[in-house]
């Protein structure tokens, strides 16, 4: 094996432990009466209100991880409380990644959106790939591109 594919495989391996202990350290969903699993709205925190238009493609932990996620954002640019978030029309799509470090390969989903919260006016790109049936899920909640921007630049900036 020669130092590339060392090196590879390490940093392949480091993202794969650095996100099985990030979802191992998220809440269970809560439940609310008449919706199986739908994460309930808290006195302080982010609650996607357009979440179950998606609950055929997302369960409702990964929306739950979401809403945590990017919550922690909001906190982070001085924005603390209730708040309510929607997921951009025309914004979610869904891809495929194939992974090849399991017998047989694996394809992958690959979930992206952009993710609106008027009262912090403040927007985000949201990617998670994978989930609880795959080898590996991970979720980036990142500042929007210019173009993709909606509210007054708020001078998000992504953490290396």
């Known amino acids: 094996m020669n130092r590339r594919?060392?090196?590879?495989?390490?940093i392949a391996?480091?993202?794969?432990?650095v996100a099985i202990v990030f979802f191992l350290t998220l809440q269970q969903p809560a439940?609310?009466?008449?919706?199986?699993?739908?994460?309930?709205?808290?006195?302080?925190g982010l609650t996607i209100t357009n979440a179950q238009q998606y609950t055929d493609k997302l369960d409702w932990s990964v929306i739950t991880s979401?809403?945590?996620?990017?919550?922690?954002?909001?906190?982070?640019?001085?924005?603390?409380?209730?708040?309510?978030?929607?997921?951009?029309?025309?914004s979610f799509r869904i891809s495929y990644v194939t992974?090849?470090?399991v017998d047989p390969p694996v394809n992958v989903p690959q979930y992206q959106f952009l993710l609106d919260i008027?009262?912090?006016k403040q927007s985000y790109s949201v990617s998670f790939s994978g989930g609880s049936t795959y080898?590996?899920?991970?979720?980036?909640v990142l500042c929007p591109?210019?173009?993709?921007?909606?509210?007054?630049?708020?001078?998000?900036?992504?953490?290396?």
């Open 5 to 10: 594919s060392f090196a590879l495989i390490l």
């Open 13 to 17: 391996s480091t993202v794969l432990i």
């Open 135 to 140: 080898p590996y899920s991970i979720l980036y």
């Open 118 to 120: 008027p009262a912090a």
């Open 31 to 44: 439940k609310n009466e008449g919706q199986q699993g739908a994460p309930k709205a808290t006195k302080n």
């Open 99 to 101: 992974y090849t470090a």
């Open 145 to 160: 591109g210019a173009g993709q921007l909606i509210y007054d630049d708020f001078g998000c900036v992504d953490e290396n």
């Open 66 to 90: 979401v809403q945590d996620a990017a919550y922690r954002r909001i906190i982070a640019h001085g924005h603390a409380g209730a708040y309510q978030g929607v997921i951009r029309d025309n």
